[in-house]
């Protein structure tokens, strides 16, 4: 539910009992019987804002667990990604570190030969 609709909504329901209160207030019958009738509606409206309470945070319960699972799926997605890319980053300087040896080795035997 976005904030807009959710502001809406608060804003209709308390108009409606604002406006169910004056009318009650006004209408002509006992004191007694009026405030009967005010503290229903007040119990009403009550409830119906309790309902869309709990239905608002199971929503927002609701995106966060996706948004949650979206990130780990992206995260572990880029964790495997890492992991390729570092082993074969680390095959090749294995291999370019053989090369260096073996390079290496054929130097020290030509200085050998040449010193002798």
Same mark, same amino acid.
């Given at each position: ?23 009650? &207030?006004?209408?002509?019958? /006992? ?25 608002? /945070? ?52 030509? &200085? ?5």
């Amino acid at each position: 539910m976005s904030d807009n609709t959710g502001n809406t909504l608060i804003a209709l329901l308390t108009g409606a009992a604002v406006g169910a209160t004056l009318g009650l &207030l006004y209408a002509p019958q /006992s004191g007694e019987k009026t405030r009967k009738q005010i503290k229903k509606e007040a119990k009403n409206a009550q409830k119906s804002l309790e309902k869309k309470y709990d239905e608002a /945070s199971e929503k927002l319960s609701e995106y966060a667990n996706e948004a949650k699972s979206k990130f780990e799926e992206k995260l572990n997605s880029t964790i495997d990604q890492a992991k390729g890319k570092s082993d074969s980053l680390l095959a090749t300087m294995e291999s370019e570190l053989e090369n260096l040896k073996k390079k290496n080795a054929d130097l020290m035997k030509e &200085l050998k030969s040449v010193k002798k």
